[in-house]
């Protein structure tokens, strides 16, 4: 947050018995300090005339010598300012016959610990716990271990309660083929790997959460061996899971009163509710790659304007050919090398009308790295299948795809940036001209956005093709740039291009391997990290894959930016010679379009 700027005139703090009496609603410390805030607070509907202090009562305030310094002494004097005001009106207003006087805090600015943008993840009782160094006791609900099966060694050297309820709620979740009941019986397999071996005393002292070979659980599992019941309000229905957890819980904290007892639970509802009866309560989090999207890897940093006086003293450069293209690599050292990343883009625009430099990091070597200029598919000639790049960011992208030697690529960015549409013309390209790949296989996930339609009918393409009409559009728009062709051309071009275009759900493709193929996975943002390693663990030799999304845009339940299996890529492969990540900033679909992403 930056300081406030300096008063015009040096702050006048007048003694207690300076200050205006009260009337009304006037606030008279904040007419009084009005010469010393940043920001004069807009004046109240009845302004109360304040009289003029006489100049031999102000004491005398040397000019500030310093800008950081004037604005903390303000800062610092303005609560005992505001606090003598207090105490005076109060004074006062016990033998004003006007009775009540408005206090003053009311209108007090707020303290600045106040930051609308802090959100607090740890309940109280849990930082407490952390502050004393006492160990805790997780009660875990069902959909978090139906979430992340290994989440019960994921809390270190802290205890997890399982109570009779959650089991009952795994027994009936683990029936069906979808990924939800998948977890729930490793869930319980993992849970009998636990137990097996294990004599009735050491369920009810614990299970060492290590048994199993997992070293950073160090604490134990404990299982609800008896009937807990603790009272709660009535009107809860007794009989339901969740307020059955909730009094386990109340039970656990007055059995073991002095230990810090908290309720992991990824359902929003049930975390409100045992905050409203007054137990600690959190959100499983352990499975958030990044508390802040801020701070995403994007791919692209842009260099200081002095980079090259910095790091051009043993400047290198000399030209190779490599995949039929000449480019200039330079093998530079400074201080600003260990920040960078393999196959990270680098920019540096002058401002002094200088030509701009486009590069990507090849190599790193403690403060030595190499970098190499990039093919500019901006300009017509270096179009592919016939679209060229509009901004800064989809050139960078394109380089990634068009570059054999980078097998995994990874493109976010808000709707009408040209994820799409990159991806598709490349893979056309590769397929169909350079024959470097056989075959585009598509797939996304196929979540509704509103209700459902019910289901589909036909073969499993056709199932697929409702939720494909992105790539239709994309396609329509890259067949409408061949005209030399005319309309029987056009029409020959769409058959051959749809012949080597497949369209393949996700449900079929565990077991399967992918040899020489373009693999394009849009909207991943939908997938959960788990998702997202059996997609990417299906590629095999010769094989590209591309994970398109926008993290904005998540509709998956139970899964945000943070713990998405996009974010979740994007973090692990950062720094891979084989893979790239580029953040498209701008939209290129239409002015409508980016007017609307701004306002709406």
């Known amino acids: 947050m930056p300081l406030p700027k300096i008063p015009s005139k040096p702050a006048t703090i007048l003694l207690a018995k300076d200050y205006p009496k009260a009337s009304g609603r006037v606030t008279p410390a904040l007419a009084a300090v009005a010469d010393i805030a940043p920001e004069p607070a807009p004046a109240p509907k009845k302004a109360a005339t304040v009289k003029a202090v006489p100049a031999a009562k102000k004491p005398a305030v040397a000019k500030p010598p310093a800008k950081g310094k004037a604005v903390a002494a303000v800062l610092k004097a303005a609560p005992a300012v505001l606090k003598a005001a207090a105490d005076t009106v109060e004074a006062k207003g016990k033998s004003s016959p006007r009775g009540k006087v408005t206090p003053i805090t009311a209108e007090a600015p707020h303290p600045a610990k106040h930051k609308p943008n802090e959100v607090t993840i740890k309940s109280s009782t849990s930082r407490h716990a952390d502050q004393t160094g006492a160990t805790k006791m997780f009660v875990l609900d069902t959909n978090v271990l139906m979430h992340d099966p290994s989440s019960l060694f994921r809390f270190e050297e802290h205890d997890v309660y399982l109570p009779m309820m959650t089991l009952e709620e795994l027994d009936n979740h683990k029936k069906g083929m979808t990924e939800v009941a998948r977890n729930a019986r490793q869930v319980s397999r993992t849970l009998d790997a636990l137990v097996s071996n294990t004599d009735d005393d050491a369920i009810e002292n614990g299970i060492p959460l290590s048994k199993l070979g997992n070293k950073d659980a160090k604490g134990r599992l404990y299982f609800q ?110 201080p600003f090398v260990p920040s960078m990343l393999v196959n990270q883009f680098v920019f540096l625009e002058p401002k002094n009308g200088e030509a701009p430099f486009y590069g990507q990091v090849k190599q790193i070597n403690g403060k030595t790295a190499v970098l190499q200029t990039l093919r500019d598919f901006s300009h017509n000639k270096n179009n592919v299948w016939g679209v060229t790049a509009r901004n800064r960011e989809q050139n960078f992208a394109l380089n990634l795809l068009m570059n054999p030697e980078c097998d995994f690529v990874t493109l976010l960015g808000q709707a009408g940036t040209g994820k799409t549409l990159l991806a598709l013309a490349a893979g056309l390209a590769q397929v169909l001209e350079t024959k470097l790949y056989n075959e585009i296989i598509v797939t996304r996930v196929t979540v509704p956005v509103g209700e459902d339609i019910g289901f589909l009918p036909g073969t499993e393409e056709e199932k697929m093709s409702p939720w494909m009409g992105a790539f239709d559009d994309n396609l329509e728009v890259l067949n409408k740039s061949d005209s030399d062709g005319g309309e029987w051309g056009r029409a020959a071009t769409q058959d051959l291009i749809r012949s080597r275009i497949k369209i393949k759900s996700l449900n079929f493709m565990r077991g399967r391997t992918f040899v020489n193929k373009f693999l394009i996975i849009d909207e991943a943002q939908n997938l959960t990290p788990k998702q997202v390693k059996t997609l990417v663990t299906r590629a095999g030799p010769g094989t590209k894959i591309i994970c398109l999304g926008n993290i904005a845009q998540i509709d998956t339940p139970y899964l945000t930016e943070g713990s998405s299996g996009l974010t979740y890529v994007v973090d692990r492969f950062k720094g891979w010679s084989h893979s790239g990540h580029v953040t498209l900033a701008r939209g290129e679909r239409s002015r409508l379009a980016d007017h609307a992403s701004d306002v709406l």
């Open 225 to 334: 061996t008896r009937l807990q019941t603790a009272e709660l309000p009535v009107g809860l229905p007794s009989g339901k899971a969740d307020n059955q957890i909730l009094s386990v819980v109340r039970s656990l904290e007055a059995e073991q009163e002095g230990r810090a007892i908290v309720l992991v639970s990824k359902d929003i509802n049930m975390r409100i509710k045992a905050r409203a009866l007054g137990l600690p309560a959190e959100d499983y989090f352990n499975d958030h790659v990044l508390e802040d999207t801020d701070l995403l890897y994007s791919g692209i940093v842009q260099l200081p304007d002095d980079f090259w006086n910095k790091h051009g003293k043993d400047l290198e450069s000399w030209q190779e050919n490599k995949n039929g293209q000449s480019a200039t690599f330079y093998r530079v050292t400074g």
